[in-house]
Structures are given as structure tokens and as C-alpha cells.
């Protein structure tokens, strides 16, 4: 994989990481129109690295609520800061019983599966034309709400349906306060993101042999700063009741990639 490769896919990577459009599903397109010929254990890592990157423009972004957090838990009490860490911790539960019990599935979904990303993508679209017509409230995120969400999470680990297009919608549809659902979906993917980081890391599949290294910092460099400006605007957004525009979005990428699919099948 080249630099130019590498900036494209880590632009890809880091901005549909926050907007609800799906990256594993953009991903999959992007290699596809790229043709990408990487090796398994090249593309693990290339994926570990834009992974990391947007792990760390989320932690950025949101570094004030972290450390909020982290000092309220520090204290020991059950107080909000506890309990939000600890709903972010119950939402994870479905995607990490998901993810570990049907591994090998959900991997062959992924790779020249265009046609079911396309449809996936239709699916998201779906999902943000309901939640973009719920009415707003002051509501927070119940215990109840939480485990709810970290199912749609799981569901979104299937490449086109978008991660924070399904918690965000799933969230605001339980009756959430927009801003506040936002808030959760993109705080709850952190240790998910550094969960599958470690797995893969420990798995011993990755491989540093031959590694374009140039290549990667391009590529992370990518993820990271296109990631700082969409976690960002999308914050933005959801406020202002604008997911509509990209369940538009989901359905034209979602048709090429049905038609893409088609034509080369």
C-alpha cells in the first residue's frame, strides 16, 4: 500500500468513524476502488493503526469529560461520573460477546463483500431518517438505555451499518437527549476500539515484516486530524437535527455499491 493509498484510506477512516455513514463499510469501498492487494496480516495492522488514530481524536475531543470522569470515579462514590463509567461499561457487553462469539463470521463478511455493505448502508439510512424526526428532550442514558445501545453496537459491527448511526439513532429513539446521545455513542467506542486494538496486538497475526511504515504514519496522520474535525461537526449536527442528510448520503453510496457489486460480480 502506498502513501497517497494510505492518506486516502486514513481520511476514509476518520471521518466516517464519527459520521454516521459507516467505516467499516467505506473501508471495504475505498479498498475495493483502490485494489487493494495487501496481505491479511498488512491490512490488520494498516486497520489497528486508522483504529488507534481515531481513538485518539475521540479522547481529544473529549478530553475535559474524560478527566471529569476520571476524577469523579477517583472519589469512589456513586456518583454521576462513577455511574456514567459504569454504563459505558454495561454497553459493552452485547459487541464484546458478539465480537468474540461469532469472530470468524462477522470476519467473512468483511473483504470484496460490496453488495452487503451497499445493503447495510440502506439499512443506516433508515435508522437516521427515524431518529432524525424524534423530539428532542433532557432525558439521560438509563442503565436500561445503555445495554439497549451497546446492542445496536454490536449490530454495527457488521461492515455498512454505521457505529454511531446506530447507537446515536438507538439512543435518541429511546427518548435521549440529542446532545447527551452523542456524548455516550462516541465516549462508549474508546475502550471498544482499544479492546479490539489489544486483542489484535496479542493475537499474533499482525506482522511488522515488509511494513511500509512511512506509509502507516501517513495513514494514522490522516485518521487522527480528518477524525478531530468530524467527531466535531457531528456533535454539531446532531444538535441541530441534520442526520437526514446523511441517510441521503447512505442511500446513494449504499446504490453504487449495489451497483458496483452487480457490474463486477
Given at each position: 500500500?502506498?502513501?497517497?493509498?494510505s492518506?486516502?484510506?486514513?481520511?476514509?477512516q476518520?471521518?466516517t468513524e464519527?459520521l454516521?455513514?459507516?467505516?467499516?463499510?467505506?473501508?471495504?469501498?475505498?479498498k475495493?476502488?483502490?485494489?487493494?492487494?495487501s496481505?491479511?496480516?498488512?491490512?490488520?495492522?494498516?486497520?489497528?493503526?486508522?483504529?488507534f488514530?481515531?481513538?485518539?481524536?475521540?479522547?481529544?475531543?473529549?478530553?475535559?469529560?474524560?478527566?471529569?470522569?476520571?476524577?469523579?470515579?477517583?472519589?469512589?462514590?456513586w456518583?454521576?461520573?462513577?455511574q456514567f463509567?459504569?454504563?459505558?461499561?454495561?454497553?459493552?457487553?452485547?459487541?464484546?460477546?458478539?465480537?468474540?462469539?461469532?469472530?470468524?463470521?462477522?470476519?467473512?463478511?468483511?473483504?470484496?463483500?460490496?453488495?452487503?455493505?451497499?445493503?447495510m448502508?440502506?439499512?443506516?439510512a433508515?435508522?437516521l431518517?427515524?431518529?432524525?424526526?424524534?423530539?428532542?428532550?433532557?432525558?439521560?442514558v438509563?442503565?436500561?438505555d445503555a445495554?439497549?445501545i451497546?446492542?445496536?453496537?454490536?449490530i454495527a459491527?457488521?461492515?455498512g451499518?454505521?457505529?454511531?448511526?446506530?447507537?446515536?439513532?438507538?439512543s435518541?429513539l429511546?427518548?435521549n437527549?440529542?446532545?447527551?446521545?452523542?456524548?455516550?455513542?462516541?465516549?462508549?467506542?474508546?475502550?471498544?476500539?482499544?479492546?479490539?486494538?489489544?486483542?489484535?496486538?496479542?493475537?499474533?497475526?499482525?506482522?511488522?515484516?515488509?511494513?511500509?511504515?512511512?506509509?502507516l504514519?501517513?495513514?494514522?496522520?490522516?485518521?487522527?486530524?480528518?477524525?478531530?474535525?468530524?467527531?466535531?461537526?457531528?456533535?454539531?449536527?446532531?444538535?441541530?437535527?441534520?442526520l437526514s442528510?446523511?441517510?441521503?448520503?447512505c442511500?446513494?453510496v449504499?446504490?453504487?455499491?449495489?451497483?458496483?457489486?452487480?457490474?463486477?460480480?
Amino acid at each position: 500500500m502506498d502513501i497517497i493509498d494510505s492518506i486516502i484510506l486514513g481520511i476514509i477512516q476518520g471521518l466516517t468513524e464519527f459520521l454516521p455513514v459507516s467505516s467499516s463499510g467505506h473501508l471495504e469501498i475505498g479498498k475495493a476502488i483502490l485494489g487493494d492487494d495487501s496481505l491479511p496480516e498488512e491490512s490488520l495492522l494498516f486497520s489497528v493503526v486508522l483504529h488507534f488514530a481515531t481513538a485518539l481524536s475521540t479522547m481529544v475531543v473529549f478530553r475535559k469529560d474524560i478527566f471529569s470522569l476520571v476524577k469523579g470515579a477517583l472519589k469512589f462514590e456513586w456518583n454521576e461520573d462513577l455511574q456514567f463509567i459504569s454504563k459505558i461499561a454495561f454497553s459493552l457487553i452485547p459487541a464484546v460477546a458478539i465480537g468474540l462469539l461469532f469472530e470468524k463470521q462477522l470476519e467473512s463478511l468483511f473483504g470484496d463483500n460490496i453488495l452487503f455493505v451497499g445493503l447495510m448502508l440502506i439499512i443506516t439510512a433508515v435508522l437516521l431518517f427515524l431518529a432524525d424526526k424524534a423530539k428532542d428532550t433532557n432525558k439521560k442514558v438509563s442503565f436500561k438505555d445503555a445495554f439497549i445501545i451497546g446492542i445496536s453496537q454490536a449490530i454495527a459491527l457488521l461492515p455498512g451499518i454505521s457505529r454511531s448511526g446506530a447507537t446515536i439513532s438507538t439512543s435518541v429513539l429511546l427518548g435521549n437527549d440529542k446532545t447527551k446521545a452523542a456524548r455516550f455513542s462516541f465516549l462508549m467506542v474508546v475502550p471498544l476500539i482499544f479492546g479490539k486494538i489489544a486483542k489484535d496486538a496479542l493475537s499474533g497475526d499482525i506482522s511488522m515484516e515488509s511494513q511500509n511504515i512511512t506509509a502507516l504514519a501517513a495513514g494514522f496522520i490522516a485518521a487522527f486530524v480528518s477524525g478531530l474535525f468530524a467527531c466535531t461537526w457531528m456533535i454539531a449536527l446532531v444538535k441541530k437535527s441534520k442526520l437526514s442528510y446523511f441517510a441521503y448520503y447512505c442511500i446513494i453510496v449504499g446504490v453504487i455499491a449495489i451497483v458496483f457489486a452487480l457490474l463486477n460480480s
